[in-house]
């Protein structure tokens, strides 16, 4: 019958070919060469999804391997703009061994560049022996120092022997997850980011521990670039991960947005120090919780170290940021927070990711878990903060001036240091001021703030520091006596709380004062004691003069007896 159906599309008689191929194709009982010639016709009427099932028929029934019938299902599949994923699967197996077959690498070099995997489809191109060079801006490598390739070991700290490696299959264009036993070093990382490589890690250390909680947005499913809904698809993506993100910011915790091919997009929170992984793992289901439902066709979930395999967990290895992906050539940056697009210097943006302390996460979390409102926490530390620049307008300009993007100079770093720096425990409250700045580095200012003298700024010293400032906003605070009470000098935290500031007594010691203070403390004491010693000996003489003229050589003074001794000194007595 489908001889009688070809004839009659042959003649243009489409309606009674289209006729006999929907009645023959139905007929059961048929060998895998018929399933596969009434997929021919049904791709030239047009009859796409019907042609999909008779190939599918086609491979259900045939015993051994058929390129011909596998190129065909996925040659419709693309036509359909159906499950490229699985089109890529089918295309790279007849590759893999047929590879002298050109028209399956034809094929699926057009469904990798309609996914937008050019690296891929470059590998599968006749002309990839040709100049890959492109017209435009010439690039040049930076000079990765030292710091920074520590820095990026530091953040992803996992596995601390064994790494993976992202490598093409130069016949399929398919990528291979290579790994490698041995540890992670910095030319390894330096390749990395240069894209010269494509570095995956374990975030499982042996000691159990985690440096990091990662979530990701991805597409539940995969679509065709020329698909009418893919551009739709990816900007639901990216409003929910940007809804993510800003609702983790505006809670304060110090989250990255990190944009991946795909498209895909992944919400970093580092932690300082490291975590036990199933503890790691409860904070993640936690803040998984509380996060904004994705859109439709949006999935979210946590990246975690392990995934069930069998009766076992298998570590997983997870692709490093600032690095190449394979399949389409682009790469994995850092997104600004403002802009939305790439940072402009993903280096410089490293020295700026901000670490949180694990021992704040559970506390959350535990808030999370009882039920609480995990909303911006309204804790004295920031009120303190609302108060200080409320009273102090020098402190707030400053504030303003980072706020701005701009530098500060070394006197006003030191000044939010001794005044912002006392009002919590963990110098967030510097970390969020000086973030803004474009020499921002979050290692410098916790470095910094771990060495804080633990004596709050003096009004006087802030005016010597910054006269052009305290000039210009009138700087003339006074304090209450009660403010000034216990020898406690005048500072902008008194318009805070006075318990900020140390009284005179508190002054006096070692980890309030220097030693040269507290010498100079001493000395003039020293001399004062001199004084009225040489004063109190005068005073001796004098008093031992006139006992020796009174009959009972003694006196009462305020309820003390002063007599006069036989060898000549004054005793003092109660009676």
């Known amino acids: 019958m489908y001889a009688q159906a070809r004839n009659l599309l042959e003649q243009g008689r489409e309606e009674r070919a289209r006729d006999i191929y929907l009645h023959g194709r139905l007929r059961k009982g048929q060998r895998a060469g018929d399933y596969a010639a009434w997929a021919g016709i049904g791709e030239e009427l047009d009859l796409l999804p019907q042609a999909r099932e008779d190939w599918q028929r086609a491979l259900s029934v045939t015993r051994h391997f058929s390129a011909d019938y596998r190129i065909g299902l996925a040659r419709v599949l693309v036509q359909l703009n159906e499950q490229p994923e699985r089109v890529v699967r089918i295309l790279q197996r007849i590759i893999s061994r047929e590879p002298h077959r050109k028209d399956a690498k034809t094929l699926l070099r057009k469904v990798y560049r309609s996914l937008g995997w050019d690296q891929a489809a470059r590998c599968l191109d006749q002309e990839e022996n040709q100049s890959d060079k492109e017209a435009g801006p010439r690039r040049f490598p930076r000079d990765l120092d030292r710091k920074t390739l520590e820095l990026f070991l530091q953040l992803f700290k996992g596995r601390e022997v064994g790494y993976a490696e992202e490598v093409m299959n130069p016949e399929t264009g398919a990528v291979e997850v290579v790994h490698k036993e041995a540890p992670m070093g910095r030319d390894d990382v330096r390749e990395h980011l240069l894209g010269q490589r494509s570095l995956a890690w374990y975030p499982l250390r042996t000691d159990l521990t985690v440096s990091t909680i990662t979530f990701i947005y991805s597409l539940k499913t995969t679509s065709l670039k020329n698909a009418p809904w893919h551009k739709t698809e990816s900007e639901v993506l990216w409003s929910s991960a940007w809804e993510g993100f800003r609702y983790l910011r505006a809670r304060r915790l110090p989250v990255v947005l990190e944009g991946c091919p795909g498209p895909s997009a992944r919400i970093w929170l580092f932690l300082e120090g490291s975590c036990h992984f199933l503890m790691a793992r409860r904070l993640a289901k936690a803040l998984l919780q509380e996060l904004p439902f994705p859109r439709s066709g949006v999935a979210l979930g946590p990246i975690l170290p392990t995934e069930p395999r069998g009766v076992e967990w298998e570590e ?260």
């Open 316 to 575: 997983q290895a997870h692709p490093l940021p600032i690095g190449v992906d394979r399949q389409s050539g682009k790469k994995r940056w850092f997104l600004d927070e403002e802009t939305r697009k790439p940072a402009p210097d993903q280096l410089r943006f490293l020295h700026r990711i901000v670490c949180i302390r694990p021992k704040r996460l559970r506390q959350i979390v535990q808030k999370i878990e009882v039920g609480g409102d995990f909303g911006p926490p309204a804790d004295l530390a920031w009120q303190s903060l609302e108060v200080l620049l409320s009273r102090c307008p020098v402190i707030k300009t400053i504030k303003d001036k980072a706020d701005a993007g701009r530098i500060l100079n070394h006197e006003e770093k030191v000044a939010l240091f001794y005044t912002a720096g006392f009002l919590d425990n963990e110098h967030i409250l510097l970390h969020r001021i000086l973030e803004p700045c474009p020499d921002y580095r979050y290692k410098a200012v916790a470095r910094q703030a771990k060495n804080i003298h633990p004596r709050p700024i003096s009004c006087l010293k802030l005016r010597s520091m910054v006269p052009e400032i305290t000039a210009s906003v009138d700087c003339n605070c006074l304090f209450g006596p009660d403010q000034l009470s216990d020898g406690r000098y005048p500072s902008p935290l008194l318009h805070v709380n006075a318990m900020l500031v140390p009284t005179e007594d508190e002054r006096l010691s070692i980890q309030r004062s220097t030693v040269k203070e507290l010498g100079q403390h001493y000395l003039n004491i020293s001399q004062e004691i001199s004084a009225l010693e040489e004063r109190r000996d005068m005073l001796a003489g004098e008093l031992t003069e006139g006992l020796s003229r009174k009959s009972r050589p003694w006196i009462k003074v305020d309820g003390r007896i002063l007599s006069l001794e036989g060898d000549g000194s004054i005793r003092i007595s109660s009676r």
